[in-house]
């Protein structure tokens, strides 16, 4: 578990920025969502996960973030927790592109 301003530590925000690594069908490096936990905390947590060297939508994507303690924390709503997801997404796609141009010089 993680507050929400330490979500670059993340192994799933890492794995997303490496160009390097694969993409979905729909060119999605991650996916998140939010959820309310049994005591009411809203948690941000990845809904796709690297399973043998490809990207899948996990079945229970909470349980496997409340195992990996991999989820984000300290938000006030789910609007909050969203508009967050849509920072990391394009966080995620300056990554990329900025490590692809790096490499293409």
């Known amino acids: 578990m993680a507050d929400k301003s330490e979500f670059e530590n993340m192994s799933w925000f890492q794995r997303a920025t490496d160009k390097s690594m694969p993409t979905t069908e729909a060119n999605e490096t991650v996916r998140t969502a939010s959820f309310d936990l049994e005591d009411g905390t809203i948690v941000l947590v990845p809904t796709i996960r690297m399973v043998e060297g490809k990207l899948i939508e996990v ?14 924390t300290g938000f006030k709503n789910h609007e909050e927790a969203t508009n967050f997801s849509q920072m990391i997404s394009k966080l995620i796609d300056m990554k990329r592109n900025e490590n692809k141009a790096l490499t293409n010089d």
């Open 59 to 72: 079945e229970d994507p909470v349980e496997e973030a409340l195992k990996n303690k991999d989820f984000l």
